[in-house]
C-alpha cells in the first residue's frame, strides 16, 4: 500500500519559517523524483520545488527563500520555507514516483498571516 504522509504545516507570520516532511513508502519502484506543489482555494496546482535524479528545480516564486532536500535512505523529502508570504498559503502536496508516474499525499496545509 503506497502511502505519503506530510507533516509540519501550519499556521506562521509573514517573514516567519515552517519545515515540511514527507516520508514516502510502499511505491513499487525505485524512486527517482519526490518534490512539493501547492493548491490554494480556486486556484491550480502549481509546482513549489522538485528533486529529480539529485538535481533540484525551483518555482520562480521561492528561489531564495525555499529548500528542497531529501534523505534518499529514507525516502523522506523535505522542504525548508523561510520569509515566507501570505501568498504561500496554500495546502501542500508531497509527490514522489519516477518523472511521468508519481503518487500524492493528501497534503498540508500552511498558512502565513500578514
Known amino acids: 500500500q503506497v502511502q505519503l504522509v506530510e507533516s509540519g504545516g501550519g499556521l506562521v507570520q509573514a517573514g516567519g519559517s515552517l519545515r515540511l516532511s514527507c516520508a514516502a513508502s510502499?511505491?513499487?519502484?525505485?524512486?527517482?523524483?519526490m518534490g512539493w506543489y501547492r493548491q490554494a482555494p480556486g486556484k491550480q496546482r502549481e509546482l513549489v520545488a522538485v528533486?529529480?535524479?539529485?538535481?533540484?528545480n525551483y518555482a520562480d516564486f521561492v528561489k531564495g527563500r525555499f529548500t528542497i532536500s531529501a534523505d534518499n535512505a529514507k525516502n523522506t523529502v523535505y522542504l525548508q520555507m523561510n520569509s515566507l508570504k501570505p501568498e504561500d498559503t496554500a495546502v501542500y502536496l508531497c509527490a514522489a514516483g519516477r518523472v511521468g508516474m508519481y503518487y500524492w499525499g493528501k497534503g498540508t496545509q500552511v498558512t502565513v498571516s500578514s
Open positions: 528533486l529529480i535524479g539529485g538535481n533540484t
Open positions: 510502499g511505491i513499487p519502484f525505485t524512486i527517482n523524483a
